[in-house]
Antibody, heavy 124, light 107 residues
Framework: QVQLQESGPGLVKPSETLSLTCTVS????????WSWIRQPAGKGLEWIGR???????NYNPSLKSRVTMSVDTSKNQFSLKLSSVTAADTAVYYC??????????????????WGQGTTVTVSS | AIQMTQSPSSLSASVGDRVTITCRAS??????LGWYQQKPGKAPKLLIY???SLQSGVPSRFSGSGSGTDFTLTISSLQPEDFATYYC?????????FGQGTKLEIK
């Protein structure tokens, strides 16, 4: 079955750029949407953004000026870059596959496969 | 952004109990709502999409209902493995927004 694995530095200095990669195994990255979500310790979930395998993206407006997502279909990977990080960006970062399903003429998104999450700490 | 408010924030219940969690949207979201379960140290798991459609592999004791602004997740008979935190997520408008979570604990 499809599995996702996040990778990247666990420690990033303030004002620098956080870079994470999600590797998709057991299936193709093509023809799906892929999302990034984060969760500060002890807090709730925040949607960061979504990318389709064509490269089209949607970002959370609260982060839009600092976020860039990309996809590399040849490597079955997609990536997240978050610039100018501060301590407020310290969190567990998850990648997830977005399943789109048609129900009674409408389309619905559901994040049906998740990575295990990777902890990123912003500190000098 | 649409605000999603869950209630209660925490809940104590016993194995075998019927439990209902509510999620209210700050504006109408049709039925573009999902429910996720998260256990400590684990990634969330999709339970329900389109407000009432059960994700493949999820036990039938989980059910969802609602449309517009008010939604519920019901667990018909709590099992030991159901004690977790539950989140609703609206995907009607950008950005998708989560509720603050409901922590379901053992009584």
């Amino acid at each position: 079955q499809v599995q996702l694995q996040e990778s990247g530095p666990g420690l990033v200095k303030p004002s620098e750029t956080l870079s994470l990669t999600c590797t998709v195994s057991g299936g193709s990255i093509s023809s799906y949407y892929w999302s990034w979500i984060r969760q500060p310790a002890g807090k709730g979930l925040e949607w960061i953004g979504r990318i389709y395998t064509s490269g089209s993206t949607n970002y959370n407006p609260s982060l839009k000026s600092r976020v860039t997502m990309s996809v590399d279909t040849s490597k079955n990977q997609f990536s997240l870059k978050l610039s100018s990080v501060t301590a407020a960006d310290t969190a567990v970062y998850y990648c997830a596959r977005v399943e789109v399903r048609g129900v009674q003429g409408y389309y619905y998104y559901g994040m049906d496969v998740w990575g295990q999450g990777t902890t990123v700490t912003v500190s000098s | 952004a649409i605000q999603m408010t869950q209630s209660p924030s925490s809940l104590s219940a016993s194995v075998g109990d019927r439990v209902t969690i509510t999620c209210r949207a700050s504006q109408g979201i049709r039925n573009d709502l999902g429910w996720y379960q998260q256990k400590p140290g684990k990634a969330p798991k999709l339970l329900i999409y389109a407000a009432s459609s059960l994700q493949s592999g999820v036990p039938s004791r989980f059910s969802g209902s609602g449309s517009g602004t008010d939604f519920t997740l019901t667990i018909s008979s709590l099992q030991p493995e159901d004690f977790a935190t539950y989140y609703c997520l609206q995907d009607y408008n950008y950005p998708p927004t989560f509720g603050q979570g409901t922590k379901l604990e053992i009584k």
